[in-house]
């Protein structure tokens, strides 16, 4: 039976299923319990925001904080993955990315493929990113596209939390290494989660949205900031279709294809900076592959190529607002040669 | 005082938790004549689209419900009356139908009923009922459905019946461990229902598996039920399209399982994005998978082409203790209408242009040969 | 290969298979080092003749249940570990037939099916995967041990440093070798490490750290057993210093213009085959005649794994796409 939850229930629920089918899933990270080693509670956060709660004491010794050592700790999920676990380790912010990144790009992604074949490698990353909540320039960043930039890795960005509960249980049963995307500021949004287990799978777009006159493709907390411009848009008269990529990599390409052949016209919404983002990704791609049925030219609405400001009088300008998307919808249903 | 010759067309309640509708299109004008069954207005609901079909026959005198506006369940959203009803009258009748329409979702608007369980062999069998009087009717869906199957069905048959609809081992949110697969597990999970409701005495209506899986229960306790409604049910004959079969249970994504689903109907535009993507999240639920491919294991036979369910053998168990009433779209491309000829000593209602899923396509048409059935009922 | 005489002793299958490791080591790497000048292996190799006896006095200790995470400079641990040599050649060599069909190469030859997590072309990429299969075999409670080497490089790399932190604090039945050979490319360690010695190191992290003669094989062995067995009954984690040299280069074409002369002496005085065989045939643990067959045995084994490698077929353009996803 469906009920609504929040996403970060729906994430605590995955866990804790998963936890329970196969004794092989350990979870991993700074204050993933809380409260090692000090005299009041244990599991005194559950995670920084409350994601991991409860599961410490349900799992005896399968439940185990880190010190503050990501290249040691996540090399630890990597490692005992090869050795037949399957860990979820937590990167707290992605922001921190820098101090542990080669054991996942140079150890997990290429294990595989460098081994000939001969590694299975099922680590999930969890990590939390995106601006909003005014963290500031160095716990704000987005930064999927650097992962979705390297073979051997799979990256995951769930916007509901039916999809934040499906693929969670997904990226754990997956044999691939999976970073795992969570938008900080969706986890107290709310949906139908079915009690019982189930996966989404990865490669899936969701057409969230139908409508035939442009095509609006996005990911992440933009899912839901596209769906408030599509609703302003339709109040005009203007039929948005829009497309949650769900996964960067693997990436559904077709669906893509398919809305924009149908609509002629793409608006790209993407959260990361501009350069060498989902954005540049998407548009190369329907630029090459879809160029017939374009009738304008790709818009692509972005954060600027600025670190995240901390003032929220700057921070709103800098996250991608409804505003900015219908104006972009705009100019693509506008365009004339 | 509006002409009382004046037939308000309603916003039906398509499913019980249904409170808008919304018109997609208006197939009818005004000033078109219909007659019952004519097919009026497109509408689509957060769960499903379909066409309201006339339940009057006349002249479509003023249509009310804009394209693209919610209307709630019973609002009036056209009328028809005979030329010699006045403009003044019609207006009178328009002006409070679109005051309604205005006012939106009425607060003492019939929520939800509560879904139930019922333990039945150590599975968890969800089931809802609807409607306070009369008979107790218990629809059965069929393979790789749920109970939202009666969508069009269970609340207009309620303001009759106590209508209820349960969800099968294997499917909906029932357990999803269906054990050896086998129709009497699944007429097991019939009568724990109707053990549930307390019902002493009830009519069936099932649909294709779900059909023989009701006749399996009726055979059972043939004193117990009333009158039984078998819509192209599966086990009256070899042939059946297999491929279908496998198809469903294999499909992984979208476009898989998109084609496969349009054969169930003959108008496979009824196939909408929302409706392959709830199959997907079914189908995605642990323990669906090995449901599915179990219970085709008991629909086909070892040859993976033929029926391997013998219903003949279980109808003549029942004798002529419970009247039998077949219901057949002639456009049944997974089961042959044909089979119906061997349902021995039904009444036959054939559907001309529907396919294997009469209940969802010509609803109208279905609702009326179970009436007639428990009408006709011991 | 566990010690079945007491901490130390060994009988003479393990001596034999210990010279065997040694001289395989030894014949490997002299024998891809003539190969290399001849242009016809491609990329990088980091070449492990001289620090054999550390290979094999620590994976002498080693059984199935146990991993091993390498370095750039992996061969020698490969061999220990027990990766097929005939494999490994063709994989320097880029074949379809090498350990890793040809798309690892040197720097990343592993077998995972024998512990051996892989050499690493990374500087301090082993250790913290070390601590996650210390952390399997903790969990799944098999007794088996993980040991990271590293060298003196890889002594200060942060994720050397944490990974320590981490399996003491999780206690876990890890083991560190650092292999000080002197030289981190062409940096000399007296230089780069700060305290006087990476043992020294060990105290700030609450475990054991251990100074080895790395040129004797024995005293590996000895050093290794006790900081294994510690580890296995779940005494936690020990920092085993192994002090030699290297014999080549920091990579083939070096040309070692910031040496001295360490290199002829070591050959000569310290090496760990020639004192090896000193000490076993003084003892009458084995005889010349047991050496000598087992030189023979190995040269052709060595030769056949060339010839081998040199006639295998390269991987195909099917190849390139394979095996970056289990299933994408």
């Known amino acids: 039976m469906a009920r609504n939850i929040t996403y970060r229930e729906a994430l605590n629920e995955a866990l804790a299923q998963e936890m329970e089918r196969d004794e092989s899933v350990i979870v991993m990270g700074e204050d993933n319990a809380g409260g090692e080693g000090a005299p009041g509670d244990q599991d005194a956060w559950g995670g920084v925001l409350g994601v991991t709660k409860g599961l410490y004491h349900k799992f005896p010794g399968r439940v185990l904080d880190t010190p503050i050592s990501e290249s040691a700790f996540i090399g630890a999920a990597i490692g005992a993955a090869t050795a037949g676990m399957r860990p979820v380790a937590e990167l707290m912010f992605v922001d921190f990315m820098g101090v542990c990144f080669d054991q996942i790009y140079n150890q997990a992604a290429k294990f595989r493929y460098m081994f000939g074949g001969k590694a299975v490698t099922p680590v999930v990353i969890r990590t939390m990113y995106g601006a909003g909540l005014r963290a500031a320039a160095q716990h704000s960043q987005c930064l999927y596209p650097l992962f979705t930039h390297i073979p051997g890795l799979k990256v995951v960005l769930p916007a509901t939390p039916y999809d934040a509960k499906g693929m969670l249980i997904q990226a754990i049963r997956d044999n691939d290494p999976v970073m795992f995307f969570e938008h900080k500021a969706l986890y107290d949004t709310s949906g139908p989660v079915p009690e019982e287990s189930y996966t989404v799978p990865f490669g899936e777009a969701d057409v969230v949205r139908e409508g035939g006159d442009v095509t609006i493709v996005t990911l992440g907390r933009m899912v839901h900031t596209s769906l408030d411009a599509a609703a302003q848009l339709a109040a005009g008269g203007v039929q948005c279709e829009v497309v949650d990529l769900r996964t960067t990599s693997p990436l559904d390409e077709d669906t893509v294809l398919e809305s924009v052949e149908g609509t002629g016209r793409l608006v790209v919404v993407d959260e990361a900076h501009p350069r060498c983002s989902i954005a540049t990704d998407i548009s190369a791609l329907v630029a090459q592959k879809a160029f017939g049925a374009l009738q304008a030219p790709i818009e692509m609405v972005t954060a600027p190529h600025t670190p995240v400001p901390f003032s929220s009088a700057l921070e709103d300008r800098y996250i991608p607002d409804a505003q900015r998307i219908v104006n972009a919808v705009k100019t693509v249903t506008g365009w004339t040669r | 005082m509006t002409d009382d010759r004046i037939v308000p067309v309603t916003m039906p309640k398509w499913g019980l938790s249904m409170q808008l509708g919304k018109i997609t299109g208006w197939i009818v004008t005004e000033g078109d004549e219909v007659s019952v069954g004519d097919e009026l207005a497109d509408i689509e609901t957060d769960k499903i689209a379909g066409t309201l079909e006339a339940a009057d026959a006349g002249t479509v005198r003023r249509i009310i419900a804009r394209v693209g506006e919610d209307v709630p369940v019973s609002g009036t959203i056209a009328l028809i009356a005979p030329a010699g009803v006045s403009d003044a009258d019609l207006e009178t009748a328009a002006e409070q139908a679109r005051a309604v329409i205005d006012a939106g979702v009425p607060d003492e608007a019939e929520g939800e009923p509560a879904v139930e369980t019922a333990e039945v062999g150590g599975r968890q069998v969800r089931y809802v009922g609807a409607g306070r009087d009369g008979d107790v009717v218990l629809l059965v869906h069929g393979y790789g459905g749920d109970r939202n199957s009666w969508l069009f069905l269970q609340a207009p048959m309620a303001g009759k019946h106590r209508v209820y609809t349960l969800d099968l081992p294997g499917h909906g949110t029932s357990s999803k461990d269906v054990g050896d697969g086998s129709v009497g597990l699944l007429a097991d999970a019939v009568i724990g229902v109707l053990d549930a409701i307390g019902a002493d005495r009830a009519h069936l209506a099932g649909h294709s598996l779900g059909g023989v899986v009701a006749l399996t229960a009726a055979a059972r306790d043939p004193a117990r039920i009333r009158s039984l409604t078998l819509i192209a049910p599966a086990g009256f004959g070899p042939e059946i399209n297999a491929g279908y079969l496998r198809g469903f249970a294999d499909a992984a994504t979208r476009r898989e399982l998109k084609p496969v689903v349009g054969q169930l109907f003959a108008d496979e535009s009824l196939v909408t994005r929302q409706v392959v993507d709830d199959l997907l999240a079914y189908k995605r639920i642990d323990g669906v998978d090995e449901a599915l491919h179990t219970l085709l294991g008991t629909l086909l036979s070892p040859d993976g082409q033929t029926q391997g369910i013998d219903a003949a053998a279980v109808a003549a168990a029942i004798g002529g203790a419970v009247p039998v009433t077949v219901v057949w779209g002639t456009e049944d491309r997974i089961i042959p209408s044909a089979q119906a000829e061997a349902v021995a000593g039904a009444a036959v209602h054939l559907i001309d242009g529907a396919g294997h899923m009469p209940h969802m396509e010509r609803p109208a048409e279905v609702q009326a040969a179970i009436e007639e059935a428990i009408a006709g009922a011991v | ?328």
């Not at chain 3, 944490?162 to 890890?174: G, I, K, Q, R, T």
């Not at chain 3, 030289?183 to 230089?191: C, K, L, N």
């Not at chain 3, 295998?312 to 099917?318: D, I, K, N, V």
């Open chain 3, 1 to 328: 290969m566990t010690d079945t005489l007491g901490q130390g002793m060994l009988n003479r299958e393990q001596l034999l298979d210990a010279y065997r490791t040694m001289r395989a080591i030894r014949e490997f790497e002299e024998r891809v080092h003539r190969e290399f000048a001849t242009g016809e292996i491609p990329g990088f190799v980091h070449l492990y003749a001289g620090e054999e006896a550390s290979a094999a006095g620590v994976c002498g200790n080693l059984d199935d249940r146990d991993t091993i995470a390498s370095t750039h400079r992996g061969h020698g641990h490969c061999i220990a570990k027990g990766v097929d040599v005939s494999e490994m050649m063709a994989e320097i060599y880029g074949r379809r037939t090498g350990s890793c069909h040809g798309k690892g190469g040197s720097m990343h030859i592993a077998d995972l099916s024998k512990g051996m997590l892989g050499a690493n072309g990374i500087v301090g990429g082993g250790p913290p995967l070390i601590c996650g299969t210390a952390l399997a075999a903790k969990i799944k409670g098999t007794g088996g041990v993980s040991v990271a080497f590293f060298g003196d490089g890889g002594s200060n790399q942060g994720t050397t440093l944490e990974s320590m932190n981490l399996a003491c604090v999780w206690n876990l039945p890890a083991i560190f070798v650092a292999e000080n050979n002197g030289y981190a490319e062409a940096t000399s360690s007296t230089w780069s490490v700060a305290s006087d010695n990476i043992a020294d190191r060990a105290a700030g992290f609450g475990m054991p750290g251990v100074i080895v003669d790395g040129f004797d094989f024995f005293a590996v062995h000895e050093a290794a057993s006790e900081a294994i067995a510690r580890a296995r009954r779940g005494g936690g984690p020990t920092l085993i210093e192994m002090k030699f040299t290297r014999y080549f280069g920091h990579f083939e074409g070096d040309q070692q213009t910031y040496r001295a002369d360490e290199v002829e002496r070591a050959r000569s005085e310290l090496d760990c085959l020639l004192r090896f065989a000193a000490r076993v045939t003084e003892t009458g643990e084995l005889s010349q005649a047991d050496l000598d067959a087992v030189d023979a045995e190995v040269g052709a084994e060595i030769d056949k794994a060339v010839d081998g490698a040199k006639a295998a077929p390269l991987p195909t353009e099917a190849d390139l796409l394979t095996d970056v996803y289990v299933r994408y």
